[in-house]
């Protein structure tokens, strides 16, 4: 027969022990308040044995349940409370330093601020500080809690790493912790000419609450094919672990790269074994961009452009021309075809300021090309509102927690 483990015995401090013997717990220890020493197990023989061995002069100084004993327990108890506050505090103030510093950063990281302004933040708020806080009694103490602000260049660059690092953590725990998940692919070009593929992922938990989040971005350097575009995607699904049998349904903006019959972006994933079989749909906002620019809007746009053109491409012009305007009124925008909701704003602005860019082209002795003719007008302001609604119509269809159901209706609506 095997004889069952014997349990260990647990111990409670009594509060009484402390008038009796002098000690009390600290951080689950029994601690002697006189020579400060630890006592492992809390049992009353224990610390009768203490006491009397050691400390038998405070049985005869301090009789029991006197007066005289309460106030010397007291004392100590506080001088024991002080000892440990001196190493707490520092501490304390250390921490709270850290976490100004990861705020600072996490601000200048927001904003998209340089690592360098860090100090120029700590140098603002001790200019500050000086004078906001010359009636405080504790200033010396608040500028010098700014001046242990560390916020170096590289102390900001190691805050901004963390937290980017901690953002990762949470996406990787959202993703392994989600019922199922949606992807959507943008692929557009930035400012330098690169195609940048953009992947967000949509995810639902048990609990049927959605979160959305940008999974990564891709830079294609080379060509941006159905295949090139996959491979990258496949890169980064490999990379990040995404766990592929949750996937529900991608969606892509429509191009042709994304839904080729044969060598399209949609196809090659669903013919890859590691995916599993997804709906596939496409982009109502890249949908209302190709309605937009079948719109035949060349006669309206090349006049506009080129009024615009020459007035704000010369320095001399656009500030005569502004010399015109009244006081607070805003001056004519520039418009480009890769932000094509920018078309709205260009011909309201170009409409509201008609009047005064006849009269300057007068001035000028440029040629007003069917400028005050009525069928352009009427043109013009169709073009207007038409491109308006179309831009407030976008602002609409974008934002996060956004369903098929919100955008169809915002669709309808219009």
């Avoid at 100590?76 to 330093?97: E, G, H, I, W």
């Avoid at 705020?103 to 500050?128: H, Q, R, T």
């Avoid at 452009?305 to 021309?321: A, H, P, Y």
């Avoid at 004519?332 to 075809?337: A, E, F, K, S, V």
Wanted: net charge positive; charged share 25%.
């Amino acid at each position: 027969m095997s004889s069952k483990p014997k349990k260990s015995k647990t111990y409670h401090f009594n509060e009484e022990w402390e008038l009796d013997y002098f000690f009390t717990m600290v951080n689950d220890k029994c601690r002697c308040l006189i020579c400060l020493t630890s006592i492992a197990i809390a049992k009353k023989g224990n610390l009768e044995r203490h006491f009397l061995a050691l400390h038998n002069k405070y049985q005869t100084d301090y009789p029991p349940n006197s007066e005289l004993r309460k106030h010397k327990v007291r004392g100590l108890k506080t001088q024991l409370t002080n000892q440990q506050n001196v190493f707490k505090k520092p501490m304390l103030k250390s921490q709270a330093v850290t976490t100004a510093s990861f705020k600072v950063s996490y601000l200048l990281a927001k904003n998209c601020k340089p690592f360098s302004d860090g100090e120029f933040v700590k140098e603002i708020f001790l200019e500050m500080s000086d004078s906001l806080f010359n009636d405080f009694k504790n200033k010396s103490e608040i500028i010098a809690a700014i001046q242990d602000l560390q916020l170096s260049r590289n102390t900001v660059m190691r805050r901004i790493e963390k937290m980017s690092g901690n953002v990762k953590e949470q996406l990787y725990n959202d993703i392994n912790r989600c019922s199922c998940f949606s992807l959507q692919c943008d692929e557009s070009t930035d400012i330098s000419d690169t195609a940048q593929l953009l992947v967000f992922i949509r995810m639902v938990f048990k609990d049927f609450t959605c979160k959305e989040e940008l999974l990564g971005m891709i830079s294609l350097k080379e060509r941006t094919r159905g295949v090139d575009i996959f491979k990258a995607f496949k890169n980064l699904l490999n990379d990040l672990k995404v766990p592929l049998f949750k996937l529900v349904s991608i969606t892509t903006d429509g191009a042709a790269a994304m839904l080729g019959r044969i060598n399209g972006f949609i196809t090659l994933c669903q013919n890859e074994d590691k995916f599993p079989a997804f709906l596939s749909y496409h982009c109502i906002i890249h949908q209302q961009v190709l309605a937009s620019k079948r719109l035949n809007t060349k006669e309206v746009m090349d006049i506009a452009f080129k009024i615009v053109n020459s007035i704000r491409g010369s320095s001399l012009k656009r500030r005569l021309f502004q010399l015109q305007l009244d006081e607070g009124q805003p001056e004519l925008l520039l418009h480009t075809d890769v932000r094509w909701l920018s078309r709205g704003k260009f011909l309201q602005r170009f409409r509201d300021l008609l009047p005064e860019i006849i009269d300057f082209l007068h001035e000028q002795g440029g040629k007003c090309e069917n400028i005050n003719d009525e069928t352009w007008l009427s043109d013009l302001a169709f073009l207007t509102d038409f491109t308006s609604i179309l831009s407030h119509l976008n602002l609409e269809l974008q934002g996060k927690n956004k369903t098929v159901i919100d955008m169809i209706s915002c669709i309808d609506y219009i």
